[in-house]
């Protein structure tokens, strides 16, 4: 693209597949199954790993590769690997990487889907796992393990807004010769790159904010060429495969990746000072809020809160449910990461399979709401959930 080295908002832009001889601007869709060749050499070589080629989507594909290894460019990794959704990214890097016997150390923060692979599918294959206190490093350090093989968080986390301080895990991880995994999906690469931290592999939901208006699914592994070689040849052959036109869209929104983030964590912020005080809520909890109580590791690893809003209702489930009926602007979906703001009540949704005495263990109380907060104008957000609120 350039001698000079590029900013990342550049490069989400700028980089994109070779040009073919049509000469297109715009990347092409690549929609196809497979590849031809021209001679059953040329075929052979393929197969055998001698050339580099595309030979079936499920292996490769001009646009999944164009958007892995845009990721990867602006994560900072060595290399990347694109998957159908952020599930597929999180379990393949678990599955392609762990064997019996091994030992999986990770936050007791985290998603719920990620929850349920780590605590009730690893088990089977023999795959041991701690979950820790999210901001208690010590915690970290003790539960390590000669088997310990590697470990894994978010931050912020799913949905209580946890922070946890990648440099100080990644020393740990440094110390012990441990994988280190994160998953990045609520800052994304315009906020924080946890690979400055010591970070081995990160993962995204590609489906949220790197989409960021609700349309396709899809997730990405980058980090260490070798680790991403191992992931690659395991999807390769169990199957996961981003499809080539939801990878086409996904690079397509990387282009303005940049700008959306900016606007998002403008109006979040705007929003969790505005209510920060309201009689109806407990609490409000935002990365940037200096009354978070990881401020400190917030403003050291990342560029900006995010757009993600956190609110206790002080009447509990039943007042949640009556904001969440009352709302007249936000959508109610378990989405998040989309250009229209979305409110969700992770207890009966995205976490509801989790036991209730460990979803309180976590922080996810029945009145929590998540308030993914969009690009409409900040007052019209504001206006809807304040009216919500009066009826709550």
């Known amino acids: 693209m350039s001698n000079r080295k590029l900013h990342p908002s550049t490069i989400a832009v700028r980089a994109q597949v070779e040009r073919t ?32 080629a595309n030979i079936y989507s499920r292996y490769s594909n001009p646009n999944v590769d164009e958007f892995a290894n845009k990721m990867a460019l602006l994560e900072g990794a060595e290399a990347g690997f694109a998957v159908a959704s952020g599930m597929a990214a999180v379990s393949m890097s678990f599955f ?6 091994d030992h999986l150390l990770c936050s007791r923060s985290m998603f719920g889907g990620t929850n349920t692979v780590v605590t009730k599918f690893l088990p089977r294959f023999g795959i041991e796992y701690t979950l820790v206190p999210a901001d208690d490093i010590a915690a970290w350090e003790a539960a ?26 990644g020393r740990l991880a440094k110390k012990h010769n441990i994988i280190y995994n994160v998953d990045n999906c609520f800052a994304t690469p ?20 790197l989409d960021g208006q609700g349309r396709v699914l899809g997730g990405v592994v980058v980090g260490k060429k070798e680790l991403i070689h191992d992931i690659y040849l395991f999807c390769r052959n169990t199957g996961p495969s981003l499809s080539p036109f939801n990878a086409w869209v996904l690079s397509k929104s990387l282009e303005t990746l940049d700008v ?60 949640g449910r009556r904001f969440m009926d ?44 998540r308030i993914s907060v969009g690009l409409e104008h900040v007052d019209d957000i504001i206006y809807d959930i304040e009216q919500a609120l009066e009826q709550a």
């Open 21 to 52: 001889n049509q000469m297109e601007h715009s990347a092409p869709l690549f929609l196809t199954s497979s590849f031809a060749f021209n001679t059953a050499e040329d075929m052979r070589a393929a197969f055998a790993d001698e050339v580099e």
């Open 96 to 101: 392609a990487l762990l064997k019996a016997g």
């Open 144 to 169: 390590v393990r000669p088997n310990t093989k590697m470990i894994y968080l978010e931050t912020p986390t799913n949905p209580q807004l946890e922070l946890i301080d990648l440099e100080a895990v």
């Open 190 to 209: 315009a906020l924080q790159t946890p690979i400055d931290f010591g970070a081995d592999l990160v993962i995204h939901s590609a489906t949220k904010w």
């Open 260 to 319: 959306r983030i900016q606007r998002h964590s403008e109006n979040a912020l705007a929003i969790a000072k505005h209510f920060e005080n309201h009689p109806k809520l407990k609490w409000v909890k935002y990365p940037f809020l200096p009354s978070h109580p990881q401020y400190a590791i917030a403003q050291k690893q990342m560029k900006a809160g995010g757009g993600i809003v956190c609110l206790e209702l002080a009447g509990g489930l039943e007042s």
């Open 326 to 369: 009352a709302l007249q602007i936000l959508s109610l979906t378990p989405n998040l990461g989309d250009s229209r703001s979305i409110a969700s009540h992770p207890a009966s949704t995205t976490h509801s399979k989790v036991p209730p005495a460990d979803q309180l263990a976590v922080g996810i109380t029945p009145g929590l709401i």
